[in-house]
């Protein structure tokens, strides 16, 4: 819960915001994120906590977090990955953008000294911003070497922003999706 107060505290989170990231802290709690995890398990615990969670939508854990209009969404997205990053030690975050307007603004929303940066307030990223792969630039190998070109740091943020409707375009256009790995 300390990283939640320092981060809800640095990014002025709004109280929607500050409450879907304790929601996210408790659940990570419950269910650390690995992946031999016990599906029926992880969910009796998270029933046990959340009474309302019925069940996971694929096979691993995952949550959706339904905030209004305007609340910032985007800006709490970047909180979860500043609190995951710092709390626990992760470094490899996906995001998945539903079509090309949302992408673009992702890609905006996590490029440093851009106007809505997700991660203004975070002291420990500003000297070392998370490295930003898109479906764009991936096949480059950026994720994989850092910008020297040398394998990431052990703590050196990865976020992969990617998009949904170029990959089913990709599909219909009667080709595979590229691979991300």
């Not at 992880?42 to 029933?47: K, N, P, T």
Request: some cysteine; overall charge positive.
């Amino acid at each position: 819960m300390n990283h939640v107060n320092a981060v809800a505290g640095r990014m002025s989170l709004r109280a929607p915001q500050r409450r879907a990231l304790e929601i996210l802290e408790k659940l990570v709690e419950l269910v650390p994120p690995n992946k031999e995890t016990d599906l029926p398990a992880a969910l009796a615990e998270v029933r046990a906590a959340f009474p309302d969670v019925t069940g996971f939508e694929r096979e691993f854990p995952s949550v959706c977090f339904a905030l209004a209009t305007g609340v910032g969404k985007t800006r709490l997205m970047g909180a979860f990955v500043a609190d995951l990053h710092l709390a626990r030690g992760l470094n490899n975050f996906f995001v998945l953008a539903p079509n090309l307007t949302v992408y673009q603004k992702l890609i905006l929303d996590f490029t440093p000294n851009t106007p809505k940066y997700v991660f203004k307030g975070i002291a420990e990223l500003p000297t070392h911003p998370p490295i930003l792969v898109t479906a764009d630039d991936y096949e480059t190998g950026r994720g994989v070497r850092d910008r020297h070109g040398w394998l990431p740091g052990v703590n050196e943020i990865v976020v992969n922003v990617f998009n949904v409707g170029k990959l089913n375009a990709e599909v219909r256009g009667g080709r595979a999706p590229r691979s991300l790995c």
